[in-house]
């Protein structure tokens, strides 16, 4: 009988899920942000214990789960006609590239990190990030990136253009100083020492704790230097 009743209620607790989600829409997926991310989990976690507790009443999941509808459906119209409810509740999108450079006041406000930074630019298909004019970290956790203007997406137009077709040979920069500590590993890769380092840059070791990034293109012989400063260069998107 137990069996024939989790066979019940897994079905009926699948069956409701999937008509939350088709009244919440695709955003679960799509555009997922905190509040998404903290209804989808609860949502999950009732519909799991519905579908296997059988000692407590069915009908205390059903209302359990409707409110957790009612309550995204909510917050969702009340952002779309309060943008100050929607901007304490979600956050705003921050620039953390400005100009070409690393925003560290906005990127300390996003709570994340040069690496998470440098991963999800390469994600984007950025390797340089000479590369990228300025960068947004979205509320929904993503990164947005308007590129500089030679590495905008190419037209018809721009293939048309005399020598356009030349490819530039591919490189990966190292990072050879990342968060105000130096990556060994990436030295080592390039045959080159910590004093090498220090000289090329014109610092000594305490001043490595006043760069948040730092990059060598072997190619070129240059540096592309990030520092900490303690202002945001630009302030959040409205």
Same mark, same amino acid.
């Given at each position: ?7 019940? !209620? ?30 989808? /989990? ?9 579908? @296997? ?11 359990? &789960? ?6 995204? /459906?909510? $917050? +969702? ?42 991963? &999800? ?5 950025? !390797? ?10 979205? +509320? ?7 590129? $500089?203007?030679?590495?905008?997406? @190419? +037209? ?31 030295? %080592?890769?390039?045959?080159?020492? +910590? ?12 001043? $490595? ?8 293109? %072997? ?11 303690? %202002? ?7």
């Amino acid at each position: 009988m137990d069996i024939v009743k989790i066979i019940i !209620f897994g079905f009926a607790s699948f069956g409701y899920m999937f008509v939350i989600a088709k009244i919440l829409g695709k955003k679960q997926i799509a555009e997922l942000d905190f509040i998404d991310y903290v209804v989808g /989990i609860s949502l999950g976690s009732i519909a799991a214990n519905w579908a @296997t507790e059988l000692e407590t009443p069915w009908y205390f999941y059903f209302i359990g &789960m409707t409110i957790f509808l009612l309550s995204d /459906i909510t $917050v +969702t119209l009340l952002s779309r006609t309060l943008p100050f409810f929607k901007k304490t509740l979600q956050g705003s999108p921050l620039v953390v590239i400005h100009n070409g450079k690393l925003d560290y006041a906005n990127i300390k406000k996003a709570k994340i990190s040069v690496n998470d930074i440098l991963a &999800m630019a390469r994600s984007s298909g950025y !390797f340089n990030l000479r590369d990228i004019a300025y960068a947004v970290f979205e +509320t929904n956790g993503r990164l947005s990136i308007l590129p $500089v203007g030679m590495q905008k997406p @190419t +037209t018809i137009a721009d293939l048309m253009e005399k020598d356009a077709l030349k490819p530039n040979p591919p490189s990966i920069p190292a990072e050879v100083i990342i968060d105000g500590r130096i990556v060994e590993p990436s030295l %080592e890769n390039l045959s080159k020492s +910590t004093d090498w380092l220090l000289k090329k840059l014109e610092i000594n070791q305490d001043g $490595v704790k006043d760069i948040l990034l730092a990059t060598y293109y %072997e190619d070129d012989d240059e540096f592309d230097v990030h520092y900490k400063n303690k %202002e945001p260069i630009a302030d959040s998107i409205k």
